[in-house]
């Protein structure tokens, strides 16, 4: 029986080494991700669509995207009706999900700067900059609810794409399923621990929380090993494109 100290929990390198051996994320699973970049490049217009289509199809996910984003200097919206796929500013936000996207596929899963970056994708969606270029910069806050929503709606779509698609045999299959989901809730895990409060873990890591109660603003501790998404990273929804007739 190994033995974790909750308390490690809160140490990022800590924190993946249990993640990874939990799920049993191995060398294997990291070769399955790199051998599907030539597919996954070619669609990741298409997954990007998807998902926008899928955000701004509700009012509560598409306020996300009213506010002026960092970075951008053109015309904001002011209005959810002017928020579409054509959108300067939603545009702007879309490169930022195909770089992410690249990510999954290139990533060096055995150098802890990867995971590093994954960590900051979810700290950037608390309204606290992940990245110090964003540090002097409003802040991006994107509820847990919704990134957890977004999870479910895409992994229903990825094992989907993966058991109809006619080129690829049952063991190819089996991989990138199993290597994608793994990879999928470490980085979900990478979301919630900036939401969730663990009382096992009391190092906490600062996050200003607003919106959990109405006029509250304080710390939260490091979450648990919980579920959520990439968000982003559900979209690999339409990993494998459409279902060939």
Known sequence: MQSIDPESLSTLQTRIAYL??????????AAALHAAKPVIEALIPSIVDAVYKKLLSYDITAKAF?????GYDGVAPTKLEEL???HPMVKFRMG???????????????????????????????????????AKKPGLRV??????????????????????????????????LRALNKVIWIQNDLFARHYVVDLETTNPVAVPRTGFLEGWTGPIMA??????????LGVQAIFFGPRRS
């Not at 990874?20 to 699973?29: H, L, N, V």
């Not at 009213?66 to 960092?70: A, G």
């Not at 992410?100 to 970056?117: G, I, P, Q, R, S």
């Not at 979450?223 to 982003?232: D, M």
Request: a negative charge.
């Open 20 to 29: 990874k051996s939990f799920t049993q994320f191995t060398q294997a699973d």
């Open 66 to 70: 009213l506010p002026r984003q960092t």
């Open 84 to 86: 579409d796929l054509e």
């Open 96 to 134: 930022f999900l195909k770089a992410y996207l690249k990510k999954l596929v290139v990533a060096d899963y055995d150098d802890l700067e990867t995971w590093e970056y994954f960590d900051k994708v979810g700290v950037m969606h608390t309204g606290v900059a992940g990245f110090a270029h964003r």
């Open 143 to 176: 509820e847990y609810i919704h990134v957890g929503l977004l999870l479910g709606y895409v992994v229903d779509l990825v094992i989907a794409a993966v058991l109809a698609h006619p080129d690829l045999d049952n063991e190819t299959r089996s991989a990138v």
């Open 223 to 232: 979450g648990a090993v919980v579920a959520v998404a990439v968000g982003v």
